[in-house]
């Protein structure tokens, strides 16, 4: 079945540090792939996507991710996490059979 | 651009009546728009996919009767619980999706709407 998957339920870091947040996918050709952000009781917000070309996004608020085909990957990253990151993160894909798909999310807690 | 609105952004109902969400594209005209349910902690949820103009196609284990929902324009879906019960209490996020986009395969989302029936 198709689907995408996020390991990590929570994960905790400080301010200041660096953030890797894990999204894996399983499709047979390369799905449109989108990292969105949720705030407590508020919508989701865009914050990159990767369509095709460069392998490496830039997005808002200083993310990044990288499209990594070998392990079916599309891990989003920050080198310096602040407060206000503390947020729910969700992976989303869109398959060529025009099929949306979220993880289950990874819950962001930052530390002063 | 691509702005999604929701209204309203969060209602509290009596059991047994009916509560209808609207999602309205603000700047772009959505041919398909989209009804997601999140639970607290969890993902979303589909629903139902919208089409302008015809009747939505609902995921399994969704009641049609339940959740009605009506697309009658390029700017504006509806989705209407009907006898509201507490366990439809939930976050309701709407999406739509651009067609004139690139690929049109982002979808944009509104801000959600707080449903608790008490």
């Known amino acids: 079945a198709q689907s995408v998957t996020q390991p990590d339920i929570h994960i905790t870091v400080s301010e200041g540090a660096s953030l890797e947040l894990r999204c894996n996918y399983s499709y047979g050709a390369t799905p449109y792939l989108f990292w969105y952000v949720q705030s407590p009781g508020q919508g989701l917000q865009l914050l990159l996507k990767y369509f095709s070309g460069d392998t490496l996004v830039q997005g808002i608020k200083g993310f990044e991710a990288e499209f990594k085909r070998s392990q079916s990957s599309f891990n989003l990253r920050k080198p310096s996490v602040h407060w206000s990151d503390a947020a729910e993160y969700f992976c989303a894909a869109y398959n060529t059979g025009n099929q949306f798909y979220f993880g289950t999310g990874t819950s962001l807690t930052v530390i002063p | 651009g691509a702005v999604v609105s929701q209204h309203p952004s969060w209602v509290i109902c009596k059991s047994g009546t009916s509560v209808k969400i609207e999602c309205r594209s603000l700047d772009f005209q959505a041919t398909t728009m989209f009804w997601y349910r999140q639970f607290p902690k969890q993902s979303l949820m589909l629903m139902a996919t919208s089409n302008e103009g015809s009747k939505a196609t609902y995921e399994q284990g969704v009641e049609k009767d339940k959740f009605l929902i009506n697309h009658a324009s390029l700017t504006l879906s509806t989705l209407t619980v009907t006898s509201a019960h507490p366990e439809d209490s939930s976050f309701y996020i709407c999406?739509?999706?651009?067609?004139?986009?690139?690929?049109?395969?982002?979808?944009?989302f509104g801000p959600g709407t707080r449903l608790t029936v008490l």
């Open positions: 999406s739509a999706r651009d067609q004139v986009l690139v690929l049109g395969k982002e979808q944009f």
